[in-house]
Every structure is written in structure tokens, then in C-alpha cells.
């Protein structure tokens, strides 16, 4: 479980977090909407222990993520993928490659056991067939299947989406939707999703929850929050949103 209490979090002179709480339970795709700049990567960037709260507490099944030091954040990391907008690829290094980074930062694997997961994380997003590939001759779609196969490789409880359909037209969308689902049933993993599509959220989320001035304005259920007449989620959800 990941547990945000009460975080505040300013960064400048900004208030960016304001009393931030937000439970995600084992095995649930919790969406996190809200305007840009609202604070959604850094509310990602409080769960993997990149920044810390100035007040409130940031814990994943219990343990303290500010107080890790290096290795334990290192061990949480190999439970936690995230997937980066755009994939966050490496031009120059090939796809197996791209997804090979967490592994060698990770972990010391005979390179026959290497190549396996590597190959074992993508096939998962159906991708072998790129392994050899660049990702600049590859398509956003493909970069972003990509992005989530390294996410995947380690394994991990929980996987981190930071707008994971950014860009993406409404075919190729569906396709990582789709993807992310299975990642949730077939895996198991728990996931914590950023985005700004209704689609995305409607089709991959448990639970949303909508971001704003620091902390979630409104909660609920998919159905209730698709249902629900807060003006926010109407227009983060409502029939006009896409
Ligand atoms: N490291 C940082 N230092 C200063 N300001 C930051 C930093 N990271 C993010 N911000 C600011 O915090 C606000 C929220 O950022 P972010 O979480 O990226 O928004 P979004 O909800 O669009 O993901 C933005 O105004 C951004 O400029
Ligand atoms: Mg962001």
C-alpha cells in the first residue's frame, strides 16, 4: 500500500503540496487527474523518495520512504517501477538495452539471465521484435511500450505511470491502456497513474482522485466519480472530456 498523509510540500515560493492524502491499496490502478503544474510528477516524485515532504508522512507498505537512506531507497526502487513520459528512452542505446538499466543498476545477473528478462519484460508489452531497434526509428507508441517493459523489468509491486498516454493518438492509447490493465490482473502490480484522459482513467483506474491547490479536491470510485456533479470532475470526466 502506498500512503501519502498530510503532505506539504513547497518548492520555491510555491505551495505545491497542501495536505496531500491519498491511500492506494495492493493490486488497485489509482488515477491521479489535475490541472497541469497542480503537482502530479511531484507527488510521483514523493512516492519513489526523490523529494521529501516538509511536513506529512510518505510511507509504501508501511515503511517510511523519507527516511530511507541509500540502500534502502535503492531496494524500494527495485519494487517500484515508473514509467517516464515519452518513455524516457536513451537515443543511444538499443531497446533491450533501454530496458536492461534498472537490471544492471539493480542487480549483478549472469547476462544469459539478463537477456531473459529483458526479453520475458518485452514480451509483455509485445515488443521483441524491436529489441535491436534505436528509439529514434521507433514510433511514440513503440517508446512508450518500451518505457514500460524497463518499468516492468525488476518485477515490481507497484509501477508509477507519469501520463502514460501523453501525445499518443486514441488508437495507439488504447493500446497502452490495455497494456496497463493487464499489468494490474496479470501481474498484479499496483498502480499509481497520472494522466489527463478520461479514457485512461475510466478504462485502467480503480479509484481517481483530482488534484487541486495541493491536495485531492474530490475522491471516489470510477463510477462515482464519473457520476459525480463536483465541477472539477466534471470537467476532468464529464462528457465533454476527452
Ligand atoms: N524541482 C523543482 N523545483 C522547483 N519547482 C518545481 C520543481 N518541480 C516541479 N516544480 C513546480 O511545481 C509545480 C508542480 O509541478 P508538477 O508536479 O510537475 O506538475 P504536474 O501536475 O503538471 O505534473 C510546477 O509549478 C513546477 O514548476
Ligand atoms: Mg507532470
Not at 500512503?3 to 488515477?31: C, H, S
Not at 508501511?62 to 535503492?74: I, S, T, W
Not at 517500484?80 to 533491450?96: D, P, R, S
Not at 487541486?212 to 459525480?228: R, Y
Request: aromatic content about 4%.
Amino acid at each position: 500500500m502506498i500512503e501519502l498523509r498530510d503532505v506539504y510540500k513547497q518548492l520555491g515560493t510555491r505551495q505545491i503540496l497542501a495536505g496531500l492524502t491519498l491511500t492506494v491499496p495492493k493490486g488497485m490502478n489509482f488515477v491521479l487527474m489535475g490541472p497541469s503544474g497542480s503537482g502530479k510528477s511531484v507527488t510521483l516524485r514523493h512516492v519513489i523518495g526523490i523529494m521529501k515532504p516538509d511536513q506529512g508522512t510518505v510511507t509504501v507498505d508501511g515503511q517510511n520512504v523519507p527516511a530511507m537512506d541509500r540502500a534502502q531507497l535503492m531496494a524500494l526502487r527495485k519494487r517500484m517501477g515508473y514509467l517516464f513520459q515519452n518513455g524516457a528512452l536513451i537515443n543511444w542505446l538499443t531497446v533491450a538495452d533501454n530496458v536492461a538499466l534498472p537490471l544492471r543498476e539493480h542487480s549483478r545477473l549472469p547476462k544469459s539471465e539478463l537477456d531473459d528478462r529483458v526479453h520475458q519484460a518485452l514480451r509483455v508489452v509485445k515488443l521483441d521484435h524491436a529489441a535491436a531497434q534505436f528509439p529514434p526509428s521507433i514510433s511514440g507508441g513503440m517508446k512508450l511500450r518500451a518505457g514500460l517493459a524497463r518499468a516492468l523489468v525488476t518485477n515490481p509491486e507497484y509501477v508509477l505511470y507519469d501520463e502514460p498516454n501523453a501525445g499518443l493518438d486514441p488508437i495507439i492509447s488504447h493500446e497502452i491502456h490495455e497494456l496497463i490493465i493487464e499489468v494490474r490482473n496479470r501481474l498484479g502490480v499496483t498502480g499509481l497513474i497520472v494522466t489527463h484522459s478520461r479514457a485512461c482513467a475510466t478504462q485502467c483506474g480503480d479509484r481517481i482522485g483530482i488534484l487541486e491547490n495541493g491536495k485531492l479536491a474530490v475522491t471516489g470510485t470510477v463510477d462515482e466519480m464519473v457520476h459525480s456533479d463536483h465541477p472539477l470532475a466534471r470537467a476532468f470526466l464529464g462528457g465533454g472530456a476527452d
